[in-house]
């Protein structure tokens, strides 16, 4: 095999290698290459609404399973406060807002016309694509939302605060600054009052945490650990109290998840993408006294049978030009990863369907020229009468 | 049938506890046209909350049908809203961008009825008198035909009960009069309408009414 490829790359034109590189550059790395030109683009529409990205980063709004439609809402009119632009909101499969930017009103509103007209606002996601912010759906964490914004401070919910382990009257460090605990947060009065909802399912603590230290306002908030932690680097905070390595283990998780949807998917079209680039090699070639021959395969005599076999080939080099696309898109998403990690550039956490798709479009196109180039030099190349497979 | 018995939804502010609703009792038969009268904050709304499940009560029951709202898990609140009763609000709850046919058609979608509903939308539409303004955006409606798009909606899935809280609040004499019409038809199609109104003149169109005092029902009288 390794001969036949040094072979045919020694008999192959300049024109030919060139393209050959071009192409494969493009494939592997478009997906590369469209993910930055994509964080670009986020990049570029936060400078325009007039936000510093560096300094926002991204911050994720989670809308948890347990909790009203209503509560959720409230979470997306958080993210449009700290400066996003909430683009559409997505309840029980209708979509609200789509192409236009859906206000703080309207975000609560759509919520609350579903929930009447028969939602039951368990599948409530808001998608705030912009700058980057995202609220996914269905979080067991807990859920961030701002129910009354007149009152200051940070509520802490779930994680973030079993990790805090503090109660009421504790001062305690977030991202090296003080905060006083004014209290527990009555998980029933939250249940009935709030949200008639099932106190079970609320998270196991709540603390109202307030930043003494220099005047910094937040509305009122419930976060999750992970919104805890990047409502912190929002603005430059590092958190020390929840510790560094808890973020990167966040990070790993996060790329686990990207690694298990791309990756094996990239790795198993490339081991199939192997083996069949195997198997028609040796069927269809053999090197005889250092040249190599076309074999004769179930009576393939004449090139236009051959160009039959040869569009099985085709197929293997689109295959093969899908895994490397999957390979790209991972690479993408861990280069978008690094973009928002070094330049403070936001992270759009969404696969987007366009970027595997025209990768594939790109690689059927140099699949095509390859095969073209192939056909013409294969069918010049001798029979080899001695093996035979009739 | 809508049965409440004892009902009671108490808020609490601090040491404060209010009664929006204080040991309500009532029976709505099916068919009957009900309007519900009080003075602000006298419970009213909170009463049709409660029984379009938009509220939960603090005690007391509701049984609709048979159904006892408070055993009815999440799900089965949700297919409640959507098929059993139509809600109308004085504030409209219309998606403004989109069009009228897509409003009326969101509770069916909800209902996961998202094939060819044209049948449906259409004899809702028809009903309310817009058909003809199927394909324009919500937002450019006026109140009064906004409010007959909340109606077509509301009626769409077929449900029993219409819902309508200060249905007229937001419009005009004529534009009221064309809405309580709506509701009055509806009526003599055999729909039971529970309309929450503090206008004497909309609740004078109703068959029943019902008014309520500090969370209690204080009258109760037929108006023919």
């Known amino acids: 095999m390794k001969r036949l490829c040094k072979l045919a790359l020694s008999e192959t034109s300049f024109l030919w290698r060139t393209l050959a590189v071009i192409l494969v550059v493009l494939t592997v790395f478009g997906g590369a290459l469209l993910a930055i030109s994509s964080v670009a683009l986020d990049m570029r529409s936060g400078m325009i609404a007039g936000i510093d990205a560096s300094k926002k980063r991204y911050v994720q709004l989670y809308g948890g399973e347990c909790f009203a439609l209503r509560a959720s809402a409230c979470g997306a009119e958080t993210a449009v406060e700290y400066g996003a632009e909430l683009c559409y909101g997505e309840i029980e499969g209708v979509t609200f807002g789509e192409n236009a930017v859906l206000s703080l009103g309207e975000a609560s509103f759509a919520a609350d016309t579903v929930t009447q007209l028969g939602g039951n606002g368990r599948k409530l996601e808001y998608r705030v694509e912009r700058h980057g912010y995202f609220l996914p759906k269905q979080y067991a964490d807990g859920a961030l939302f701002s129910s009354q914004p007149r009152q200051t401070g940070i509520w802490l919910c779930g994680e973030a605060a079993s990790q805090l382990n503090a109660s009421k009257g504790d001062v305690v460090s977030l991202g090296g600054k003080q905060y006083t605990v004014l209290g527990e947060y009555d998980r029933k009065d939250v249940a009935e009052y709030d949200y008639n909802a099932d106190e079970s399912v609320l998270p196991s603590a709540w603390y109202y945490v307030v930043d003494d230290a220099d005047g910094v306002v937040f509305d009122e908030l419930y976060l999750t650990w992970h919104t805890a932690q990047t409502f912190f680097e929002a603005w430059d905070i590092s958190d020390r109290t929840l510790g560094i390595s808890d973020i990167m283990n966040k990070w790993w998780e996060d790329m686990a998840l990207v690694q298990s949807y791309y990756g094996s998917l990239a790795l198993l079209l490339l081991a199939l993408d192997i083996f069949l680039l195997y198997v028609l090699f040796t069927l269809f070639f053999r090197e005889r006294k250092g040249h190599i021959c076309r074999i004769k395969l179930l009576g393939a005599t004449d090139i236009t049978v051959t160009g039959v076999y040869l569009t099985i080939a085709l197929a293997v080099v689109v295959l093969s030009a899908l895994a490397a696309s999957g390979l790209s898109v991972l690479i993408g998403k861990h280069m978008m990863r690094v973009c928002s990690d070094l330049f403070g550039v936001t992270y759009p956490y969404r696969f987007r369907v366009w970027q595997p798709l025209s990768l594939l479009g790109l690689s059927v196109v140099a699949a095509t020229v390859m095969f073209a180039l192939f056909y013409k030099r294969i069918s010049r190349l001798p029979v080899a009468e001695e093996v035979r497979y009739e | ?224």
């Open chain 2, 1 to 224: 049938m809508i049965s409440i018995k004892d009902l009671t939804k108490k808020y609490v502010t601090g040491k404060t506890e209010f009664f929006a609703l204080d040991g309500v009792n009532l029976e709505i038969a099916d068919g009957e046209f009900v309007a519900v009268t009080g003075k602000s904050g006298s419970g009213k709304s909170t009463l049709l909350n409660v029984i379009g499940t938009l509220d939960v009560p603090t005690s007391g029951s509701v049984t609709v049908d048979g159904l006892d709202l408070s055993a009815l898990s999440a799900k089965q609140i949700a297919a409640y809203r959507n098929k059993t009763v139509g809600f109308v609000f004085q504030a409209f709850y219309l998606e403004p961008s989109y069009t009228v046919y897509d409003n009326v058609e969101l509770p069916l979608i909800l209902a996961g009825k998202t094939g060819d509903n044209s049948a449906k939308v259409n004899a809702a539409l028809e009903l309310v008198g817009l058909r003809s303004k199927f394909a324009e955006k919500a937002r450019t409606l006026s109140g009064g035909e906004q409010q007959r798009v909340a109606i077509a909606r509301a009626i769409v899935n077929d449900p029993n009960y219409i819902l309508a809280d200060e249905p007229c609040g937001n419009l005009d004499s004529a534009n009221s009069n064309n809405v309580m019409n709506i509701l009055s038809d509806l009526h003599a199609s055999g729909k039971t309408v529970v309309m929450v109104t503090h206008d004497a003149e909309d609740a004078a169109r109703a068959k029943r009414i019902v008014t309520m005092s500090d969370g209690k029902v204080i009258a109760d009288e037929k108006t023919v």
